[in-house]
């Protein structure tokens, strides 16, 4: 099975802009989470959608939004970017049984200007 | 919510040593453990996990022990080896998010000497 994809791998933005960014899971998989990293801040949780539904949700701001379509293909929008934005934006992607693995993709890695 | 801490946030040890990095949790409703590795440049990868209803698990080199009345878990790596030298994640989730919204720790940066 192909892995879980991201794209773009890179993006260049600046302040006030807005961005999309989109996560293709494994074939099957149902559960896409967002996480955001970034060298202060780690590792963080975003939120997670299933079946086209947003499951679960993390500390980020309204800014931060997403979706899921029937395919179960994900995309997650930042609106009126800051410089703090400026972020490693994961995926992953798992099958629809709890407690299954999370299994990662590459990466957006993106920056405001 | 949940808060996770990570200790050391780095470890230098040589080839062959054993590697323990610890993690403790706030709250008592999580109850499913995974450990990640990242790689420079790389994704995250699970290594190992394990859920509250279990004290150890084990795979080859690697073993995770859990007190849940302390609420801290470790990572311990035996035999270590160059290629095991990468940052490690500790996370926590609960049962009611189907265990998917992960909290994770600062992480370890594991630098193992040749």
């Known amino acids: 099975k192909a892995g879980v994809t991201q794209t773009p791998r890179y993006l260049i933005k600046t302040r006030g802009q807005q961005v999309t960014l989109s996560c293709s899971p494994i074939?099957?998989?149902?559960?896409v989470s967002w996480y955001q990293q970034t060298p202060g801040q780690g590792l963080q949780f975003l939120f997670e959608?299933?079946?086209?539904?947003?499951?679960n949700k993390g500390n980020f701001p309204g800014r931060f939004s997403g979706r899921q379509f029937s395919n179960s293909r994900s995309e997650m929008n930042v609106s009126t970017l800051e410089l703090g934005d400026s972020a490693l934006y994961l995926c992953?992607?798992?099958?629809?049984?709890?407690?299954?693995?999370?299994?990662f993709g590459p990466g957006t890695r993106l920056t405001v200007l | 919510g949940e808060n996770v801490e990570q200790h050391p946030s780095t470890l230098s040890v040589q080839e062959g040593d054993s590697a323990v990095i610890k993690c403790t949790y706030s709250?008592?409703?999580?109850?499913?453990f995974p450990w990640y590795k990242q790689e420079l440049g790389k994704r995250p990868q699970l290594i190992i996990d394990?859920?509250?209803?279990?004290g150890e698990k084990k795979d080859q080199r690697i073993a995770v022990t859990l007190n849940k009345t302390a609420k801290h878990f470790s990572l311990h790596i035996t035999e270590t080896q160059p290629e095991d030298s990468a940052v490690y994640f500790c996370?926590?989730?609960?049962?009611?998010?189907?265990?998917?919204?992960?909290?994770f720790g600062s992480g370890t940066r594991l630098q193992v000497q040749p």
């Open positions: 992953a992607s798992s099958s629809d049984s709890m407690g299954n693995e999370q299994f």
């Open positions: 074939s099957g998989h149902r559960s």
């Open positions: 959608y299933f079946s086209e539904t947003q499951r």
């Open positions: 709250d008592s409703a999580s109850n499913y």
């Open positions: 394990i859920r509250s209803n279990v």
């Open positions: 996370a926590a989730s609960r049962k009611d998010t189907g265990r998917r919204a992960l909290t």
